[in-house]
T-cell receptor, first 112, second 112 residues
Framework: GEDVEQSLFLSVREGDSSVINCTYT??????LYWYKQEPGAGLQLLTY?????DMKQDQRLTVLLNKKDKHLSLRIADTQTGDSAIYFC????????????FGTGTQLKVEL | NAGVTQTPKFQVLKTGQSMTLQCAQD?????MSWYRQDPGMGLRLIHY???????DQGEVPNGYNVSRSTTEDFPLRLLSAAPSQTSVYFC???????????FGNGTRLTVT
């Protein structure tokens, strides 16, 4: 079955790196996504990775995918106060159209 | 370019009332979908549409109806609101079933 899990909270100091982790159970994932949600707003697509890749870097963001362990992570370098938000990982399954299964979200708090 | 527009932003209903949540996109996206977001549960898919005239059920469709008479609009109807439908509702669209989803800013619905 489909299940995507994330830890609920992460607190980091400004300037440090943040690593947000996600595990999933279904091995037929085709794409895995990271979305950011700021208070009162919708979900903003940050980045995504195709399931046959193991890493993707985009400016301060690095996505690592370990297919064997079904583990996805998002690293934010030089974390800023503007990065405080809820981060969702989501998977799209093979043959699932564009239906995404979301994790419960990780609330990132950046402290001065 | 407005993207995905949802109205209203906030709504309070009494149990048994009906209402329609509006969603419009101006990106000529074929795929549109509705999710609900509840605390500790991530986002769950209610209904989706792969093109005008075509709709299908998602994970939690009970109590909701949709229609897709045009490419641009995908309204979500609650025929008889229940307190269990208190949630934040997000509409999302994508160019096709292989492209990333773009989300609206959400409608916060409270049913008393």
């Amino acid at each position: 079955g489909e299940d995507v899990e994330q830890s609920l909270f992460l607190s980091v100091r400004e300037g440090d790196s943040s690593v947000i982790n996600c595990t999933y159970t279904d091995s037929s994932s085709t794409y895995l996504y990271w979305y950011k949600q700021e208070p009162g707003a919708g979900l903003q697509l940050l980045t995504y990775i195709f399931s046959n890749m193991d890493m993707k870097q985009d400016q301060r963001l690095t996505v690592l995918l370990n297919k064997k362990d079904k583990h996805l992570s998002l690293r934010i370098a030089d974390t800023q106060t503007g990065d405080s938000a809820i981060y969702f990982c989501a998977e799209k399954l093979e043959g699932g159209g564009n239906k995404l299964t979301f994790g419960t979200g990780t609330q990132l708090k950046v402290e001065l | 370019n407005a993207g995905v527009t949802q109205t209203p932003k906030f709504q309070v209903l009494k149990t048994g009332q009906s209402m329609t949540l509006q969603c419009a996109q101006d990106m000529n996206h074929e795929y549109m979908s509705w999710y609900r977001q509840d605390p500790g549960m991530g986002l769950r898919l209610i209904h989706y549409s792969v093109g005008a005239g075509i709709t299908d059920q998602g994970e939690v469709p009970n109590g909701y109806n949709v229609s897709r008479s045009t490419t641009e609009d995908f309204p979500l109807r609650l025929l008889s609101a229940a307190p269990s439908q208190t949630s934040v509702y997000f509409c999302a669209s994508s160019l096709d079933i292989n492209s990333p989803l773009h989300f609206g800013n959400g409608t916060r619905l409270t049913v008393t």
